[in-house]
């Protein structure tokens, strides 16, 4: 069994910054993918990043290229997800997923193409 614990989270003016983090447990992380998801009150969870095992493949949320940087350090079992220039529609509860092996042909934007979940960490950009 992984556990995911993510951390980091808070309340932050707009374009103000935030640097989220979730570290894994319970098993050898080698070979994890691993994503971001976001779950803004009265609306689905939408998918937000996602890195490769090694970190030479990431994927973005179009609404969030540019401002969002995931990242990972395996040797702490450990990834993250610097936001700036953040804005009030970035407001939601912050996911990190993992999957114990690559992405092959599942997308890294599917809930389903992940198997372990954290509990969440609240974001809210407000003035």
């Known amino acids: 069994q992984v556990k995911l614990v993510e951390s980091g989270g808070g309340s932050v003016q707009p374009g103000g910054s935030l640097k989220l983090s979730c570290a894994a447990s319970g098993r050898t992380f080698a070979g994890f993918a691993m994503g971001w998801f976001r779950q803004a009150p009265g609306k689905e969870r939408e998918f937000v990043a996602a890195i490769s095992w090694g970190g030479g493949n990431t994927y973005y949320l179009d609404s969030v290229k540019g401002r969002f940087t995931i990242s990972r350090t395996n040797a702490k079992n450990t990834v993250y997800l610097q936001m700036n220039s953040l804005k009030p529609e970035d407001t939601a509860v912050y996911y990190c997923?993992?999957?114990?092996?690559?992405?092959?042909?599942?997308?890294?934007?599917?809930?389903?193409?992940?198997?372990?979940w954290g509990q969440g960490t609240q974001v809210t950009v407000s003035s």
């Open positions: 997923a993992a999957r114990p092996r690559p992405f092959y042909s599942d997308s890294p934007l599917e809930e389903l193409s992940y198997d372990y």
